[in-house]
């Protein structure tokens, strides 16, 4: 089980924390990823991560703004937002991928994704 947290009102230029938090003994076997979906536009891939390895990839449209980290002991995974924009509003989902289904440590693809959060809401105004 998934729970994201952390999403708010910002505005431009701001920064937010999203935190989503798992659930069940064997969360290590999979990797995380965060999606979003703003409003009348399809869901889309932003950031994936493994739990061991430290290994990580981004969206290009927030490559060098967003930063995806892993802590084991908390079971949690982080989305730190800087210099967000008002294209970042959007729904912002975690999700989770059995790293034994996919070819590489990490995938862009929501199709890997087994489990997912409820979404945690980032508005981010002008």
């Known amino acids: 089980q998934l729970q994201a947290s952390g999403g708010g009102l910002v505005q431009a230029g701001g920064s937010l924390r999203l935190s989503c938090a798992a659930s069940g003994r064997t969360y290590m076997s999979y990797s995380m990823g965060w999606f979003r979906q703003a409003p009348g536009k399809e869901r889309e891939f932003v950031a994936a991560a493994t739990w061991r390895g430290g290994s990580t990839a981004y969206a290009d449209s927030v490559k060098g703004r967003f930063t995806i980290s892993a802590d084991n002991a908390k079971a949690t995974v982080y989305l730190q937002l800087n210099s967000l924009k008002p294209g970042d509003t959007a729904l912002y989902f975690c999700?989770?991928?059995?790293?034994?289904?996919?070819?590489?440590?990490?995938?862009?693809?929501?199709?890997?994704?087994?489990?997912w959060g409820q979404g945690t809401l980032v508005t981010v105004s002008s």
């Open positions: 999700a989770a991928a059995p790293i034994r289904t996919l070819m590489f440590a990490l995938s862009s693809s929501e199709s890997s994704y087994t489990y």
